[in-house]
């Protein structure tokens, strides 16, 4: 069954390897160019953007690995009947999927773990510099946690194409659905890994020049983009008043809609210096940089959790449903 496996899987095999040198080859030549920079302050410059690009990417690697690994898998068996000539040679349903499951699961491992140590070290002087690998894309893309992305795509592709019997609708639906799911985690999920550390920041005028938003779409004194020092922050309040109560709408909006012209320079200028004098401050809930590799470990636990149940609930599937 492992030898059929591997010749069954030789074509995508030989794609996925030509593909990853080549990723390979680009990574590690990144990687020496950025390690010939000298002045390491002009790094996020130089590279800020290569390196969003580049975990923008990684982000479909699973998805791209649910779609033409695992999808077809079984829904390819199922469409030709192939499968009948496995079992009709006293071959266990079982043992059929469980082989099949194990061989391209080790392979999407593989894949996924050596993309991400190269991209981890090409990016390394990169990320000492900016120090925000827990940002939400940077995060997917860099140490372990890449390797449960591609495991959860095959496994789930795979399943789905149980499900479904049909290749293409399985490949469609698991490439979407792995990409939702690559988005919900680290918005609803790894926030809250840990309970977060609590603080206070004041808004001066130099404070709120140096978030990214002012004010929202609903209205009320919002303010975006807040950062503090060796910390991932995921929560913002909004703008609130020495005694700790929010900043009336009506205050804001004077501030931002007829401050005082003062000639400031800045991103919100004059608004930034009428809130300043206002005495502001937003609370923050945040995680020290130095739960990455803490957060990294909870978020491969949980992929390769709901991978098992996947596997699991196939097995049952195939045992009984199939035929």
């Avoid at 030549?29 to 920079?37: M, P, Q, S, T």
């Avoid at 999927?97 to 999407?108: D, I, P, Y």
């Avoid at 860099?142 to 479904?164: D, E, H, K, Q, S």
Wanted: net charge positive.
């Amino acid at each position: 069954m492992i030898r059929l496996s591997l010749r069954q899987f030789r074509i995508q095999a030989l794609v996925g390897a030509i593909l990853l040198a080549l990723a390979a080859t680009y990574l590690i030549n990144l990687g020496g160019e950025i390690r010939a920079v000298r002045d390491t302050s002009q790094l996020p410059g130089q590279y800020g953007q290569t390196m969003l690009f580049l975990a923008t990417g990684f982000g479909l690697v699973s998805a791209l690995i649910g779609a033409f690994w695992g999808a077809p898998l079984v829904a390819r068996e199922l469409e030709t009947g192939t499968y009948r000539l496995v079992w009709n040679q006293s071959v266990p349903r079982r043992r059929w999927l469980v082989v099949k499951l194990t061989v391209l699961g080790l392979a999407s491992m593989a894949v996924a773990g050596t993309l991400s140590a190269l991209l981890t070290w090409a990016a390394g002087p990169v990320d000492q510099v900016t120090n925000d690998r827990f940002s939400g894309l940077l995060f997917g893309a860099r140490g372990i946690a890449p390797i449960g992305y591609a495991v959860f795509g095959f496994t789930f592709g795979a399943v789905a194409g149980l499900l479904l019997r049909r290749t293409l609708p399985a490949m469609a639906m698991v490439f979407l659905t792995v990409i939702a799911v690559q988005f919900a985690v680290p918005n609803l999920l790894r926030p809250h890994y840990l309970p977060a550390e609590r603080g206070s920041v004041a808004m001066s005028a130099d404070a709120i020049n140096q978030a990214r938003s002012l004010g929202s779409i609903t209205g009320g004194p919002a303010i975006g983009g807040i950062a503090i020092p060796d910390a991932w922050v995921t929560n913002t309040s909004k703008l609130r008043t020495a005694d700790g109560r929010q900043l009336s709408d009506a205050a804001f909006n004077d501030c931002l809609d007829n401050a005082p012209k003062t000639g400031a320079s800045g991103t919100f200028g004059d608004t930034a210096v009428c809130l300043g004098k206002l005495d502001l401050h937003v609370d923050l809930a945040y995680h020290p940089n130095q739960r990455f590799w803490l957060f990294q470990w909870i978020e491969l636990a949980l992929y390769l959790g709901i991978s098992a149940l996947l596997a699991a609930f196939g097995l049952w599937r195939v045992q009984r449903r199939v035929s």
